[in-house]
């Protein structure tokens, strides 16, 4: 065998007893980690790697580890570890760039540069009454950088709508109408301006609009105003029961408890016949506006003229809203009172006379407005009365007024005078409500002459 040989296969066998005498010493201790196999002498240190045990093959003249791509034997003898395998990278992303012309998710599609493209934009108010007209303001606005070719407007709206004034002369495409804007260069705005007014039935509750703007593609705006509505309440507040020939008050009380003002309300009032107003049967009163939640209070003064039940009718109308009516009822009653007249029997020419009236509310009801007309007899001179009475001295009266008279209520009132003459005196009294008479009483005094001497 040659030299060389045998020195190779010297260290061979060696090796491998050293590593047997190891393992054996290491007996059953097991490390934590595996720990690196010591650099070979005199050679560089190479990376930490598993261990590889060594295939010796007898009988022949080559001894070679066991297939390692880091191992790889050189010309003295010695083996030397390879170069290491460069650093593995992760695999690179892939990143997809969407196509410019896709309009899908969130990319933006910037128009191609050159060409013309529309934007609309309506201006309405934020809200109207009922029978309010729409005034509408439509934008075209080219924001591409080419001219747009003969623009077209197109509109529709909310039934119950009908086109009014226009600042562009229309016509109609396909059941809409429409108004040619012309040619708009880049950056231009073309404006229309509309007035569309509700037809006499209409209630809509919205108004909505929509304008199309095109050339050769299109752009739109779609918006809506809410429709304000009023709703007209009715309260009439009257007593069930009055007194012949009193005053009575009859308030009528009309309530906007909507959204929207109300124009021109006009309030008619029909009068029974057993109530008078001192103008007419049948009343027209108009209330000029109505604000959202207000009340407008409307009072009828009447007087009751007849005995029994009456009924009357109130009915209020205005423009947008239902009409309302409503009745009322009241029951005429004969007033209570009585009045008696006291005086002297007889008395002598020139003596003083004195004379009391009582008037008694007999009935369960206040009575207002009652009064008492005394009608003095000729030659009754130099008066004197209670209370502050209106005096006619042309028609020789003396009238009192009560403003209320509670019920079992009684109220006396004196007047005297001196008898001028030889004649007997003869008085009447009349008590009226409301103007209108009930009760009559009368006293006479027999006139004795002249005193004798």
């Known amino acids: 065998m040659p030299a060389s040989m045998l020195k190779r296969f010297v260290r061979a066998v060696v090796f491998t007893a ?8 290491l007996g059953q201790i097991v490390p934590s980690e595996p720990l690196p196999p010591p650099p070979l002498i005199g050679l560089p240190a190479a990376p930490a790697t598993p261990a590889m045990p060594l295939v010796v093959t007898l009988g022949e003249s080559v001894i070679r580890p066991a297939t390692s791509p880091l191992l790889a034997p050189v010309s003295d003898g010695g083996l030397v570890p390879l170069a290491p395998p460069p650093a593995i990278l992760p695999p690179t992303t892939s990143l997809k760039i ?7 998710g969130s990319v933006a599609v910037t128009p191609v540069a050159g060409q013309p493209s529309l934007s609309v934009k309506q201006t309405l108010p934020e809200t109207i009454g009922p029978g309010q007209a729409v005034s509408a303001e439509i934008s075209v606005t080219n924001t591409g950088g080419k001219i747009a070719e003969n623009v077209v407007l197109q509109g529709w709206w909310t039934d119950g709508y009908e086109l009014g004034e226009t ?17 708009i260069a880049a950056g231009e705005t073309r404006t229309l301006k509309v007035k569309l007014k509700p037809t006499a039935n209409a209630r809509p509750t919205e108004f909505r609009s929509g304008f199309d703007a095109t050339f050769s593609s299109s752009a739109s705006d779609t918006r809506s105003v809410k429709v304000l509505k009023p709703e007209l309440g009715l309260q009439i507040v009257a007593p069930e029961n009055v007194l ?6 009859v308030t009528i009380k009309v309530k906007n408890a909507g959204q929207a003002s109300v124009n021109k309300i006009s309030v008619q009032a029909v009068i029974p016949d057993a109530l008078k107003h001192p103008k007419a049967q049948d009343l027209v ?14 009072p009828l003064e009447l007087t009751a003229t007849k005995l029994g039940e009456s009924k009357g009718k109130i009915r ?12 009322f009822r009241v029951t005429v009653m004969e007033a209570k009172l009585a009045v008696t007249l006291h005086g002297p029997k007889t008395l002598y020419q020139n003596w003083p006379a004195t004379y009391e009236a009582v008037i008694e509310n007999q ?4 009575v207002k407005a009652a009064s008492l007309e005394v009608k003095l007899p000729t030659g009754l001179n130099d008066l004197r009365a209670s209370d502050k009475p209106g005096h006619n001295a042309g028609r020789n009266l003396i009238v009192w007024t009560f403003d209320t008279l509670q019920p ?12 001028k003459q030889a004649d007997d005196l003869f008085t009447t009294g009349t008590l009226s409500v409301g103007g209108a008479p009930i009760r009559r009483a009368e006293w006479t005094t027999k006139n004795l002459g002249t005193e004798a001497k």
Do not use: H
């Not at 050293?18 to 010493?25: F, G």
């Not at 562009?168 to 012309?182: D, E, H, L, P, Q």
């Not at 012949?244 to 008050?249: D, F, R």
């Not at 079992?408 to 008898?419: H, P, S, Y």
């Open 98 to 104: 969407p196509d410019s012309s896709s309009t899908s």
């Open 408 to 419: 079992g209520e009684k109220k006396t009132v004196i007047w005297f005078g001196f008898a």
């Open 363 to 366: 009935g369960t009801y206040p």
């Open 18 to 25: 050293a590593v047997a005498s190891a393992s054996d010493s």
């Open 316 to 327: 209020i109308e205005a423009e947008g809203c239902e009409a309302i009516e409503q009745e």
């Open 244 to 249: 012949l020939g009193q005053p009575i008050t």
């Open 167 to 183: 600042s562009v002369t229309g016509y109609s495409i396909n059941g809409k109408r429409a108004w040619g804007m012309g040619a």
């Open 285 to 298: 009163t108009d209330v000029a506006i109505l604000q959202a939640g207000a009340t407008e209070t409307v």
